[in-house]
């Protein structure tokens, strides 16, 4: 402890220390008061009960001062002048400014410059930021450290837990950032601008939002040139690492794409502090209107704006950025009729609503196109169903074993066409027929045995395909003989020989002759008294004996 002591006189902690470099290294110049109340906001309610609020004011902000006393001592920081009220104001070296760059993790090139003579005017500006800054954090207590204080201290600072949050935290905040319209990032050129604050805080919505803190000095046309110098840095275009030409700011700071495929620049916040002789509510119109080329969008039929290649400019007043926070409904953005939080008024909340409309209007024709397809694929199937259910009513069944007909022998039971054979057991099914066939043309009735085709292959099946092929006798419905389906086949344009009878069996064309031959016997001895006949000549019979009585042939 006597070395530590002696390290550091004042007997701060490396906490304190640490909480000084982030501060300071982020505004540069800043009073204890005001690093007090960024880096450890609890302490602000612990010490309420002294007496004065100067006593008050010394014992929240002891702890600080002893960081500052040692980081002086090692050449880490500086007194850099007082301020009107005669708070002393804090500024580091730069060994302090390399030291701050470990603890906000940021390169030492962008740490900027050290802020001396900042206090030789008393630092009005920088002040004023670092309140602007305070005022976009809102630093929460944490509880827990004032755990044994009152009840009434403790609602305090509940309370102002419970308040609205603030955006990002000391590490997303960036004052006196050079904005080269020329030149480049370390050795800017004329005719940029400089922004008092950067803050940078994706987490929270604020991918990029650069900060102008007025005193009320300023005229709107003056103000307008710093707007005209913002515009020709966001224009700006260089050459990236990868060779193609992207905005200069892009470079450095990375954002999202826009969702609807626009280009809209940075927005730029304007934080007007009412010290100055020139009332805020004057120059406001007056601005806007010299700025209009610069942030007027693009009207829309979905009832929003397009910004593409406009810069957002949204304009609130100190006082009310302290009461409401970023959450409130203080930014007044120009182009737009009534003050809105800061995430709306740095968006497009009318296109989000009109693409959600039109998404929400998507879904619901896409639904109802989706429930008619289910309707008719419905109704389709309920036809189908019915179609099927008539189809099934209308199935043939078998008049053997009552089984019905598959679909293959339904259809080749059907009515044929005029130069198709018809079928010569349609009330058959497949196995019954084949039954009746190798039988010999006899009926098959009563039995209930289920008869299924062969297998596809070996002997049995192509036994089975010839025999459905078969010629049947048109007189007895008795399969032919293998001889007698050979003997009436059609063998081609070089037969002189035909079977006169091709449609008959065997033993229906022997019965067909015997017929013709014995009505011969009847009519031969009258026909020899009218006229002589030639040697072979065979007349037609005048009447056939038995069923060939009215058979054509």
Not at 163 to 173: F, K, P
Not at 181 to 210: C, H, R, S, Y
Not at 237 to 246: A, L, N, P, Q, V
Not at 410 to 432: F, I, M, N, Y
Request: glycine share 8%; with cysteine; hydrophobic share 30%.
């Amino acid at each position: 402890m006597a070395g530590n002591r002696k390290t550091n006189p004042a007997g701060s902690t490396n906490s304190s220390r640490g909480d000084v470099l982030r501060v300071l290294g982020a505004l540069k110049v800043a009073t204890t008061d005001q690093i007090q109340r960024i880096s450890a906001p609890h302490l602000t309610f612990r010490h309420a009960d002294k007496a004065t609020p100067a006593k008050q004011k010394q014992a929240r902000t002891a702890t600080h001062t002893g960081a500052l006393a040692d980081m002086r001592k090692h050449g880490l920081s500086e007194n850099g002048g007082t301020t009107e009220t005669s708070d002393v104001l804090r500024n580091l070296t730069p060994k302090g400014l390399k030291a701050a760059s470990y603890e906000l993790r940021r390169p030492e090139s962008e740490m900027g410059s050290t802020a001396r003579g900042a206090g030789a005017s008393g630092a009005s500006h920088p002040l004023a930021v670092n309140e602007t800054v305070i005022a976009m954090l809102r630093p929460k207590p944490d509880m827990a450290k004032l755990a044994r204080e009152s009840a009434d201290i403790q609602a305090a600072a509940q309370a102002v837990v419970d308040a609205s949050d603030g955006i990002g935290t000391i590490a997303s905040y960036w004052t006196e950032v050079p904005l080269p319209a020329t030149g480049t990032w370390n050795a800017p050129g004329k005719g940029g601008a400089q922004a008092d604050i950067v803050l940078t805080a994706p987490q929270d919505g604020v991918p990029l939002l650069f900060i102008e803190v007025d005193n009320c000095h300023e005229t709107a046309e003056e103000l307008a040139a710093k707007l005209e110098k913002y515009a020709r840095f966001v224009k700006r275009k260089t050459k990236d690492t990868d060779g193609k030409e992207r905005p200069m700011w892009r470079t450095r700071w990375t954002v999202p794409e826009d969702r609807y495929g626009e280009e809209p620049h940075p927005p730029v916040l304007l934080v007007f502090n009412h010290i100055g002789e020139r009332n805020p509510n004057r120059t406001k119109p007056r601005l806007q209107e010299l700025t209009r080329h610069l942030w007027q969008g693009e009207w829309q039929q979905g009832d929003y704006h397009l910004y593409d290649r406009k810069i957002p400019i949204i304009a609130v007043g100190l006082r009310n950025l302290r009461a409401h926070g970023p959450a409130g409904a203080v930014f007044h953005r120009f182009g737009r009729s009534h003050p809105q939080p800061l995430l709306e008024a740095i968006g497009n909340p009318r296109r989000d609503a009109a693409e959600a409309r039109e998404s929400e209007e998507r879904e619901a024709r896409a639904a109802q196109y989706r429930a008619q397809r289910e309707r008719e694929a419905q109704a389709k199937a309920a036809r189908e169903a019915k179609e099927a259910a008539q189809r099934e009513a209308r199935r043939p069944v078998c008049a053997g074993c009552g089984e019905k007909f598959t679909d293959h022998r339904w259809k080749a039971v059907e009515s044929a066409r005029w130069d198709t054979p018809g079928e010569s057991h349609p009330q058959l099914c497949d196995a019954c027929k084949q039954q009746a066939l190798g039988t010999g043309g006899s009926r098959v009735a009563g039995t209930q045995e289920h008869h299924q085709e062969p297998a596809r292959d070996g002997e049995d099946w192509r036994n089975f395909r010839r025999s459905v092929r078969r010629p049947v006798c048109t007189e007895c419905r008795t399969a032919f003989t293998d001889e007698r389906w050979k003997a009436t086949e059609c063998v081609g344009w070089g037969t002189s020989v035909q079977e006169p009878r091709p449609s008959l069996c065997e033993d229906c064309d022997q019965e067909y002759i015997a017929s013709v031959e014995s009505a011969w016997e009847h009519v031969q001895p009258r026909q020899k008294q009218e006229q002589p006949q030639e040697q072979g000549e065979i007349l037609p019979p005048q009447k056939k004996a038995g069923r060939w009585f009215s058979r054509r042939t």
